[in-house]
């Protein structure tokens, strides 16, 4: 049997004219001589002249942003401790003078200028005042801008009756949330954390001997300026050291106004495990066992050097949590959770080798300590490697998994397996076909002949597919569910 999939007429394309004001240091690596020498030279302004340089300043860009003074504000008060080095006294600056100051510090990026891909799908948490047969729907997305700094990004829309897809336009505005760091760490699985990280030198005992068996992110930095104070540190000690500031930085939540729609709120890197880039969140709308619902998503820090994969906790899509994976299992990318737990246990799809696909099971969210291969390279089209594209969904017949797959030249394409319900160490279908491949059109891009997705949805008996053109632009394809399971079970 030949599958019909049905290629959307929805297009999401980057878009350079989306832009938020973000933290600034001027030189190379954030030079302090050259911050001071700003500084200096804002302080030394008269009155006047900072009244009228401000207010010049307020009329190009406030209307680019919601509250830009506010920002200049949080800008100034991150280079209260350079400033003190130019200027002792803080309370002398009147506030024009501290907006002036922050302004300097802040620079326009383009979140979305180079890239708009990887979508994933998950049901909206509000389903109110839709027709019959309609879906609200909240599709994620990776934006790339300048430098190729990866953020995550949403649109919000409705898939009707007949499956048509129908997306709000996106607000004028983009909106970085306020960070809040309020996570308490536990010294135990920190210390365990560290050691997956294969750090072990004689400084971790030094810091962590000060700390309780619970503590927080400021009590670390105190310990760690502690440590400094009293031992010779040496260039291996500081990576040490370093490393250990790395990890406590990548948990942390942040919180959007309530006065902002879904696509003006962007997740854009906050720690320095993600300082170059949050990559390929996959997002499943999770039911707990009290029938309780929260989303989900895995996704790959990376800090221009190495990869750390976390996960990002909402039930809202104002609030976020994010706090890094644990275990020996999941120091690799493309990490799909299941739906639901699976005989009292967490789930969680894997490719810790970087080309079979595994499965993993945990009592624990964020701890992963086993992993079993169900999915090798089978076929010409998935030779190199194969992963997931996505979280698996529940259908009568199985556990419907999208992956993808790499082949000749290179060549990305969409697969699927399915996976037995009650047992899915057992993968009881698989096509033998790329469901989807590259056309002509999504073939040309950023990275040539290349599809890829991060999660599918079922509406009205089909498949809903958003995928990435190229690594470059977005779109959706539909393949009816029941013909898709009958390939899969290889019925005619």
């Not at 860009?61 to 509250?67: A, L, P, Q, T, V």
């Not at 400033?83 to 979305?112: D, H, P, Q, W």
């Not at 696909?357 to 194969?386: C, G, R, T, V």
């Amino acid at each position: 049997m030949s599958l019909t999939v049905t290629r959307k007429p929805n297009r999401f394309y980057p878009d350079f004219k989306r832009v938020i004001a973000r933290f600034f240091v001027p030189g190379i690596n954030g030079n302090p001589d050259r911050a001071q020498s700003v500084i200096q030279k804002v302080i030394s302004m008269s009155d006047d002249d900072v009244n009228l340089t401000l207010n010049q300043i307020l009329r190009d860009f406030s209307k680019r942003h919601r509250n830009i003074t506010k920002i200049f504000e949080n800008h100034f008060n991150n280079v209260k401790d350079i400033l003190e080095k130019v200027n002792g006294n803080l309370e002398s600056l009147t506030l024009k003078r501290k907006l002036l100051i922050g302004s300097f510090f802040t620079m326009e990026y383009a979140i979305e200028s180079a890239a708009f891909f990887n979508p994933s799908i998950v049901e909206d948490p509000d389903q109110t005042d839709l027709k019959e047969g309609e879906k609200r729907i909240i599709v994620s997305f990776r934006a790339t801008g300048e430098g190729h700094i990866s953020s995550i990004v949403f649109r919000r829309g409705v898939i009707d009756k007949n499956n048509n897809l129908n997306f709000k336009e996106p607000g004028k505005l983009v909106d970085a949330p306020e960070i809040v760091k309020r996570h308490v760490y536990n010294k135990n699985t920190f210390l365990k954390k560290l050691d997956e990280m294969n750090i072990h030198k004689d400084v971790v005992g030094m810091v962590m001997d000060r700390l309780g068996d619970t503590f927080i992110y400021g009590e670390l930095q105190a310990s760690i300026a502690e440590t400094i104070k009293n031992v010779k540190i040496t260039p291996s000690k500081k990576r040490v050291i370093q490393s250990m500031s790395w990890l406590a930085n990548s948990h942390y939540e942040v919180t959007f106004s309530l006065d902002t729609a879904i696509s003006e709120r962007v997740i854009f890197p906050v720690s320095y495990t993600e300082s170059s880039g949050i990559e390929d969140a996959r997002f499943v709308r999770f039911t707990d066992d009290d029938g309780c619902v929260t989303y989900y998503a895995t996704y790959t820090a990376y800090n221009g050097f190495t990869i750390l994969p976390k996960l990002i906790e909402t039930k809202d899509f104002y609030h976020f949590r994010i706090l890094p994976l644990n275990g020996e299992y999941v120091q690799n990318k493309g990490l799909a959770l299941f739906p639901r737990k699976i005989n009292g246990k967490y789930a969680m799809i894997s490719r810790i080798d970087g080309v079979n696909n595994y499965i993993m099971f945990s009592d624990k969210i964020n701890l992963w300590q086993n992993a079993e291969k169900i999915q090798k390279p089978k076929h010409p089209w998935e030779f190199i490697q194969i992963g997931n594209c996505g979280s698996p969904i529940e259908t009568e017949k199985g556990w419907l998994l999208i992956t993808h797959a790499v082949g000749s030249m290179r060549r990305y394409s969409l697969g699927a397996i399915l996976l037995d319900l009650e047992d899915p160490t057992k993968v009881i279908g698989q096509l033998r076909k790329p469901l989807l491949a590259p056309n002509d059109e999504e073939r040309e891009g950023y990275v040539p002949n290349v599809v890829y997705s991060c999660g599918s949805i079922i509406h009205n008996n089909e498949l809903i597919i958003p995928y990435a053109m190229a690594d470059f632009a977005s779109t959706f394809a539909s393949v009816p569910l029941d013909d898709l399971l009958d390939e899969l079970l290889n019925k005619p």
